[in-house]
């Protein structure tokens, strides 16, 4: 697509339930970035994938996030038992390569909001 | 580890006025360096990129300077006006740049 797609756009839950976020990066992009960015924070560096692997998860905050990608398109971003901590904007990007040489191209965006 | 500080943190200035953002970062081994605007509620907007082997770069009012030596980008606005009103962040990449390390931001405040 022209963009990178984020799904949904807004996310309300309860707390204790599992939530999946999609990210659909540009197309021929074979780097993927996940973000948070928690009210009133800056943005946090979450995970990395170069195609299907994921050569850095450093930034993941517990064991309850996970994320996959298939097919070195579409990635997911699974959140296992929802806390209320975890209620922040998460952003998806992707880049041409890893050296992100060209540039970096967010998505908007999905606001979960853990009640 | 790479480090970015954005200064000021916000900034309110009548229209017309020309701005001058200012990022720091900890490592200069950096290939390139991004400026992203982003609105209230919504995702990054890339303003601009920056190569190490630029100097600067320019779009529309905007320019961007970078000097790897001293760790220093400015982002500069020209006639500022309203719809210029976001938060400018600032991001450089970590060593091995295989992600981006983004400075708190300047929240920019444009009246009429």
């Known amino acids: 697509g022209a963009g990178v797609s984020q799904s949904p756009s807004n996310k309300v839950t309860e707390k204790g339930k599992d939530v999946e976020l999609r990210c659909d990066p540009i197309s021929g992009h074979t780097a993927l970035y996940w973000y948070r960015q928690s009210l009133g924070q800056g943005l946090e560096f979450l995970i990395y994938f170069q195609g299907n692997s994921a050569p850095d998860k450093s930034g993941l905050p517990s064991d309850r996030f996970s994320a996959e990608r298939t097919g070195g398109s579409v990635s997911t971003l699974t959140i296992q038992r929802t806390q209320q901590e975890d209620s922040a904007v998460y952003l998806c990007?992707?880049?041409?390569?890893?050296?992100?040489?060209?540039?970096?191209?967010f998505g908007s965006g999905t606001r979960l909001t853990v009640v | 580890k790479q480090e970015v500080t954005q200064i000021p943190a916000a900034l309110s200035v009548p229209e017309g006025e020309n701005l001058v953002l200012n990022c720091s970062f900890t490592d200069s081994a950096i290939y390139n360096l991004q400026w992203f605007r982003q609105d209230p509620g919504k995702g990054l907007t890339s303003l601009l990129l920056i190569q190490s082997s630029q100097r600067e770069q320019t779009s529309g009012r905007l320019n961007a300077s970078l000097d790897k030596s001293s760790g220093r980008s400015t982002l500069y606005i020209a006639a500022s006006q309203p719809g210029d009103s976001a938060t400018y962040l600032c991001a450089a990449p970590s060593g091995g740049y295989n992600k981006l390390i983004f400075g708190a931001g300047t929240r920019l405040a444009v009246h009429p």
């Open positions: 990007a992707s880049s041409l390569d890893s050296g992100g040489a060209a540039g970096y191209t």
